[in-house]
């Protein structure tokens, strides 16, 4: 896509640091934005800070969880009743939990994989038909470098991660396929500074029960310096996804090392053995 002016784009997710920089970053490419997020104070928040920046954007706000495919359905909805199209989706919402992976409840399953798998699943059947029908659109995807390598203490978020990856690359080529020009990026950052590490705030309560190990919070403190340590902001991480929709590039890796993580466990893969000792890496 190399025009974005009055271009209509979706982002889930919109509350916290990467949607925020996304919608950011289409509002300066004088796009028309549709913004949600399950947080109604952040989503609120993300709303004023970018009509302070850009007044003259049009936005549309909107709270949705988009584990339920029926609030997605809504969004679309409202999205063509107010602007008439949607050319680019950034399936952006996600969240995480920490534990080893035989203590993580059913409840950590059904929450992470209701956000991080479903949510893109339901953006895509959702708003993909509408992108068919306009002859034009772009998907993006944020999945993780957990989707390609996966360290200890973050099994369920891993899992999700790297469905997304299959998911995406599966609706790549089921579009090429239908002969269709509508692109898909699918986004794998390492850590950077984000709000990931407090997505409890947003856990249903229906869906609450979670481990408590020392196991447990001794990953959480690991993830949570992590995070705060990441040498990549989430506002260049936005720069370089927009500047792959320009170019219709399908995997963006906006941390260069994790290229070389994929290719030590490729591999590894042709000996047989697992990538990496946790102990060591």
């Not at 809504?74 to 009743?81: F, G, K, P, S």
């Amino acid at each position: 896509m190399q025009d974005f002016d009055n271009k209509v784009a979706v982002v889930t997710g919109a509350g916290g640091a990467l949607g925020r920089e996304i919608a950011a970053a289409c509002a300066q490419r004088g796009m028309q934005l549709v913004l949600s997020d399950v947080n109604a104070e952040a989503l609120a928040e993300s709303e004023r800070l970018l009509r302070q920046r850009w007044p003259a954007v049009a936005i549309l706000s909107m709270r949705v969880d988009v584990s339920r495919l029926e609030q997605v359905e809504a969004l679309a909805r409202a999205a063509i009743e107010r602007f008439g199209a949607v050319h680019l989706l950034f399936n952006n919402a996600g969240v995480g939990v920490a534990a080893p992976i035989w203590e993580n409840t059913a409840e950590d399953w059904a929450w992470v994989s209701n956000v991080n798998l479903f949510g893109v699943a339901w953006g895509v059947k959702t708003f993909v038909p509408l992108m068919l029908k306009q002859q034009e659109g772009h998907v993006v995807n944020i999945a993780s470098a957990a989707g390609w390598v996966h360290p200890a203490g973050s099994g369920v978020y891993n899992v999700t991660k790297a469905a997304v990856v299959a998911l995406s690359e599966s609706l790549a080529n089921d579009l090429v396929l239908a002969g269709s020009s509508v692109g898909v990026s699918v986004v794998s950052p390492a850590y950077f500074p984000s709000g990931i590490v407090d997505s409890d705030r947003n856990r249903p309560g229906d869906l609450a029960a979670t481990a408590d190990s020392a196991m447990r919070r001794q990953h959480e403190e690991q993830v949570k310096k992590a995070v705060e340590s990441g040498k990549i902001s989430a506002a260049q991480i936005a720069g370089s996804i927009l500047e792959a929709v320009e170019h219709n590039r399908f995997y963006v890796f906006p941390h260069p090392f994790v290229t070389d993580g994929i290719a030590a466990k490729s591999k590894a893969a042709k000996l047989g053995q697992t990538a990496f000792n946790p102990r060591t890496s």
